[in-house]
């Protein structure tokens, strides 16, 4: 049984950086499509940034230049260095996986999730 364990969330001040990891247990493989949501207060979740397995990787327009999402097969951890953070980011940041793909589809929905790690941003 696959599970995911995020890390890295914090309070950071806008304009400011934060990395969040996201570790892989319970699996012999790690060459799955992977991708970070994140759900802000009163909002729906919504993607932030996807990676296949061969790194290819997409990114929601609102971090584009901002965010980048890599990975480490070897180590079977998920990243995602946050730059140049602003008040919109706030959020519960959760990592997920679908274990039937390497290649990540659009609007596929991930059939493996993290319990999230809280980014709070101060202006």
């Known amino acids: 049984q696959v599970q995911l364990t995020e890390s890295g969330g914090g309070s950071v001040q806008a304009g400011g950086s934060l990395r969040l990891s996201c570790r892989q247990l319970?699996?012999?493989?790690?060459?799955?499509?992977m991708g970070w949501f994140r759900q802000g207060p009163g909002k729906e979740r919504e993607g932030v940034a996807a990676?296949?397995?061969?790194?290819?990787?997409s990114y929601a327009d609102s971090v584009k230049g901002r965010f980048t999402i890599s990975r480490d097969n070897a180590k079977k951890t998920l990243y995602l260095q946050m730059t140049n953070l602003k008040l919109e980011d706030a959020a519960t940041y959760y990592c997920?996986?679908?274990?039937?793909?390497?290649?990540?589809?659009?609007?596929?929905?991930?059939?493996?999730w993290g319990k999230g790690t809280l980014v709070t941003i101060s202006s």
């Open positions: 319970g699996s012999i493989y790690s060459v799955y499509c």
């Open positions: 997920a996986a679908d274990l039937l793909i390497s290649r990540c589809i659009p609007g596929r929905p991930m059939d493996t």
């Open positions: 990676i296949d397995s061969d790194g290819h990787s």
